[in-house]
C-alpha cells in the first residue's frame, strides 16, 4: 500500500510551487472585495489564493503508525480558507468514506496559511503543508504533505470511428445553439441536434474559479441526458460530495466518492446511458439506468434512475437530446463525443463497446496509473 502512494505521488502529480504555470498569477489580493458572481476561466484572472488551492498529498504518523493523508485546500475570498483532510490519501486515491474526513478553516497570515483546530492546526507555505496535533504548546508535528497535481486518465479520450463527434474545436454540425470561446472552448447552452436512446458520452469540462460564491452559485451547469436526467457539474472541490454536487444525479443520489478536481483543471465525465423502457400502452416496465466515471473514477455503478431530475423533462418513450446547461457560470467544454448504441447494429457490438467501458476495468486502469502496475 506505501509503494502505492509513492507512485501516485511520482507518477500522477506535479510540485506546483514554483512551476512555470503561475508565473502569470497576480503577486497581491484584488484591490476591492468581488461579488459572487466574480470568476475567473483563465489563470490570467486568478487572485493570489489560487496558487495554494488545490490538493495536497503526503505522510502523517500518528501512534507509531504512517499512513498517506491527503488535503484539498479551498479558496473562499479574501484570504479565507476551507481545508478537507483524508486519512488514507485523496479521494479516489486511497480515501473511502469509511476512513476519517476532517475539516479545517483559516486565513492567510504573513508566513502563510493557518488552519486551526481545538485538536491541531495545518500550515500552509510554499507548496508544503504541515499538520500538527495537539493544541496550543502542546501541538506537534506529525507530518508534511506536498502540492500536487492530478488528472483524469479519460483525458484527451479519442473518439472511436463510430462516434459522433459533437464538439471538436469546431461545429461539427452536430449542436444547436453552439457558442464557441475565444480560446476555443464550448460554452454552456448547446444542445444536441439528434435525439438519442442508449448511448455512451464522452466529455471533457472546467469550471471558472469563483472564490466569492457558495453552493449551488458556484461553477453550475450540467448534462442533462434525453433532457430528463441531469448529472450535475458545480465547483465541489473539498465538499463532502452531494446529490446536488458535482457528479452527483441532480437531487436523486450523491456520487459514490467526490472526484470533483479544483477549478480551471480539466475534468472528464464518461457515461453509460441506457434509456427507460415502456411498454406498446405506454407503461414504464424498466427504469433507466446509467454509470457515471468523474475523473476515470466510478462514482454510480448502474444505478437505477427513479425518474426524472430536478427540471428535467417528463419521462417517455422517445429519445430527447442532450442538453449542456446554462445556469449563467462560465462553465467551459471541450472533447465532446457519443457512441450511439442504436446504431451499432447487432446486440454483440453494443455489448462489445459496453464491456469497453466496464466500471471494473476502467477503475483498474485508474489504480495502474498510481501503482505503475500494467492492466491485463
Known amino acids: 500500500m506505501r509503494g502505492m502512494f509513492r507512485e501516485a505521488l511520482r507518477l500522477a502529480s506535479v510540485v506546483l510551487v514554483l512551476s512555470g504555470a503561475f508565473a502569470a498569477i497576480a503577486a497581491a489580493e484584488p484591490a476591492e472585495k468581488r461579488d459572487a458572481r466574480w470568476a475567473a476561466v483563465s489563470l490570467e484572472e486568478v487572485d493570489a489564493d489560487f496558487r495554494d488551492q488545490g490538493e495536497y498529498l503526503g505522510w502523517v504518523c500518528e501512534q507509531g503508525c504512517r499512513r498517506s493523508c491527503g488535503l484539498q485546500v479551498v479558496a ?33 497570515e504573513k508566513h502563510g496559511i493557518v488552519l486551526p483546530r481545538a485538536d491541531g492546526m495545518i500550515r500552509i507555505s510554499a507548496g508544503r ?34 462516434a459522433d463527434v459533437l464538439f471538436d474545436g469546431t461545429d461539427t454540425g452536430l449542436l444547436k445553439n453552439l ?41 453550475n451547469s450540467g448534462v442533462y441526458l434525453q433532457r430528463r436526467y ?25 456520487p459514490d466518492v467526490n472526484m470533483c478536481f479544483a477549478p480551471l483543471s480539466w475534468q472528464t465525465y464518461d457515461i453509460d446511458f441506457r434509456a427507460a423502457r415502456f411498454d406498446s400502452s405506454g407503461r414504464k416496465i424498466q427504469p433507466a439506468r446509467i454509470t457515471v466515471w468523474h475523473n476515470g473514477v466510478v462514482v454510480h455503478d448502474h444505478v437505477d434512475l427513479k425518474g426524472k431530475t430536478g427540471a428535467g423533462r417528463p419521462e417517455g418513450p422517445e429519445p430527447l437530446p442532450i442538453l449542456f446547461q446554462n445556469h449563467g457560470n462560465p462553465v467551459r467544454f471541450r472533447n465532446v463525443w457519443l457512441i450511439d448504441y442504436s446504431r451499432l447494429g447487432t446486440t454483440a457490438t453494443v455489448a462489445r463497446h459496453r464491456r469497453a467501458a466496464d466500471p ?17
Request: net charge positive.
Open 76 to 108: 473562499l475570498g479574501d484570504g479565507a480558507f476551507l481545508a478537507a483532510e483524508y486519512l488514507g490519501g485523496l479521494p479516489g486515491n486511497g480515501w473511502s468514506k469509511d476512513l476519517p474526513r476532517r475539516e479545517w478553516r483559516g486565513r492567510r
Open 129 to 162: 503543508a504541515e499538520i500538527y496535533r495537539g493544541s496550543g504548546s502542546d501541538a506537534t508535528p506529525v507530518g508534511v504533505l506536498c502540492k500536487v497535481e492530478r488528472t483524469s486518465v479519460t483525458l484527451g479520450l479519442c473518439p472511436p470511428h463510430c
Open 179 to 219: 457558442k464557441i470561446a475565444p480560446d476555443g472552448t464550448m460554452e454552456v447552452g448547446a444542445e444536441t441536434v439528434r435525439a438519442y436512446r442508449d448511448f455512451r458520452l464522452h466529455l471533457e469540462f472546467r469550471l471558472p474559479y469563483m472564490p466569492y460564491a457558495r453552493g449551488q452559485g458556484r461553477g
Open 230 to 254: 441531469e448529472v450535475q457539474i458545480l465547483d465541489s472541490f473539498g465538499l463532502e460530495g452531494r446529490s446536488n454536487e458535482c457528479g452527483g444525479l441532480y437531487r436523486q443520489r450523491e
Open 360 to 376: 471494473l476495468r476502467l477503475g483498474a486502469v485508474f489504480e495502474s496509473v498510481f501503482s505503475g502496475q500494467a492492466v491485463r
